[in-house]
């Protein structure tokens, strides 16, 4: 089973629709990430959490909002999607204990929002 | 404003052959400088991750160079498989006292038969 999971892998959703895009890992880190990928643009940060009590915005965090509701699981919520939120989204985790940072990605999310 | 830019941002070679992709970066300080291979509708997997005080990793048919001094890394592939084919992302961070990655857009390689 993959270490870091994300559902649903493909979501088609109207604008102003609510959507909850989840994350969960095996790999017993303590640190998620939310990113967004857009054509021609680097990963950009959402939001991020390094414990269950600790949530912190990224460099785009408008528009959306996250819950931390387990170690091992992380969600991201579009309260009222709009049309450029259309992108490819990754969840990621990595171990604080590990100086080298190293980051572990899910599949993806890919949402069209119309 | 930290940045990470890559070079070329597309290339095509022939099977066998090898290919260096460039990062140029303007973050400082850092921990640390990865290159991940992102497959199509994949999420990005690590290839190497080095310290800025390290000149070079390898692994397998992949070997990455840092240069501090002129804030450039490169990532040789050598012998290229189909299997390459991909997009290749260079990251810098996190930046010092902050939890942030920068991200470059990549280089997308394709490697033909």
């Known amino acids: 089973d993959a270490d870091v999971t994300q559902t649903p892998r493909n979501r088609i959703t109207k604008t102003g629709k609510r959507i909850m895009l989840e994350c969960s890992q095996t790999k017993g880190h303590d640190r998620m990430y939310w990113y967004r990928q857009d054509p021609g643009l680097g990963l950009r940060l959402i939001y991020y959490s390094f414990d269950v009590k600790d949530i912190n915005k990224g460099e785009i965090s408008d528009g959306y909002s996250v819950s931390r509701q387990a170690q091992a699981k992380f969600s991201l919520s579009l309260e009222s999607a709009i049309p450029n939120q259309t992108a490819l989204y990754f969840c990621?985790?990595?171990?604080?204990?590990?100086?080298?940072?190293?980051?572990?990605f899910g599949p993806g999310t890919r949402l069209t929002v119309t | 404003k930290n940045q990470v830019e890559q070079s070329p941002q597309s290339l095509i070679i022939l099977e066998g052959k090898n290919c260096t992709l460039q990062?140029?970066?303007?973050?400082?300080?850092?921990?640390?400088l990865r290159w991940y291979k992102q497959d199509t509708g994949r999420g990005p997997v690590s290839l190497t991750i080095m310290t800025f005080s390290e000149n070079t990793k390898s692994n397998g048919r992949y070997t990455a160079t840092l240069d501090a001094d002129t804030k450039q890394s490169s990532l040789h592939i050598t012998a290229s498989q189909l299997s390459d084919s991909a997009s290749y992302i260079c990251?810098?961070?996190?930046?010092?006292?902050?939890?942030?990655?920068?991200f470059g857009t990549g280089t997308r390689l394709k490697v033909l038969a």
């Open positions: 990621a985790t990595s171990d604080a204990g590990q100086t080298a940072g190293e980051q572990y």
């Open positions: 990251v810098v961070g996190p930046t010092s006292g902050t939890y942030k990655y920068i």
């Open positions: 990062c140029n970066y303007t973050v400082s300080p850092f921990s640390n």
